[in-house]
Structure formats: structure tokens, C-alpha cells
Nanobody
Framework: QVQLVESGGGLVQDGASLRLSCAMA????????MGWFRQAPGKEREFVAG????????YYGDSVKGRFTISRDNAKNTVYLQMNSLKPEDTAVYYC?????????????????WGQGTQVTVSS
């Protein structure tokens, strides 16, 4: 059974940086496309970033493009989300997700496995 565990969330000020990590257990990490999503109170779950199985191609939501970077280390079974220039509107619970797909999907319904989420709060 695939398990995903996120870490690295916290409370930061406007303009700060954070790096989230998501470690996979119970699966062959390099077989999985990985994604990061976020969900703020009262809002739908939003695609943040996704990365192909090899890590050679990444995709971003419009609201984070140019500020966030997704990467993966297949030797460590871990995907990362480097978040720079954080804004209060980035405040949300951040989830990592995995699926055995060839392409990166932007819809949450296309991912089979999910982590428990980590809270990111950006104060103004």
C-alpha cells in the first residue's frame, strides 16, 4: 500500500520561503507521477505543481508560476516543493499526490494516492 507523508509546513511572513517534502513508502517511487495540490477553507482543491516520473518536466498552476519549484529525488523516494515569495493567499493545506500515469494531470480526481496534508500559513 502506497503511503505519502508530507512535512515542512509552518507559519511564515509575507515574502518568506518554505520547502515542503513528501516521502513515499510502499511503492516504486519512480513509477509515479507526483503532484502538489492545496486547499484553502471554503475553496476547492487546487493544482499547484506536477512532475513527470523521471523529473524531466514540471507543470505549475498559474498562481504559483515563477515562485514555486517542484523537484524529485527518485533515490530518496521524495518529492519537494520549494515555495518562494510567499503571499497570504498561498495559505492552505498542501497535499502531495501520486498516480501511476504517464502524463501529469491537473485534476485531483486523477490521483489515486494522497498524503495527509501539511498546513502553510502566510501572515501579512
Amino acid at each position: 500500500q502506497v503511503q505519502l507523508v508530507e512535512s515542512g509546513g509552518g507559519l511564515v511572513q509575507d515574502g518568506a520561503s518554505l520547502r515542503l517534502s513528501c516521502a513515499m513508502a510502499g511503492g516504486v517511487f519512480s513509477w509515479y507521477v507526483m503532484g502538489w495540490f492545496r486547499q484553502a477553507p471554503g475553496k476547492e482543491r487546487e493544482f499547484v505543481a506536477g512532475i513527470t516520473r523521471s523529473g524531466d518536466t514540471s507543470y505549475y498552476g498559474d498562481s504559483v508560476k515563477g515562485r514555486f519549484t517542484i523537484s524529485r529525488d527518485n533515490a530518496k523516494n521524495t518529492v519537494y516543493l520549494q515555495m518562494n515569495s510567499l503571499k497570504p493567499e498561498d495559505t492552505a493545506v498542501y497535499y502531495c499526490a501520486a498516480d501511476q500515469e504517464v502524463v501529469v494531470h491537473r485534476a485531483a480526481r486523477d490521483y489515486r494516492y494522497w498524503g495527509q496534508g501539511t498546513q502553510v500559513t502566510v501572515s501579512s
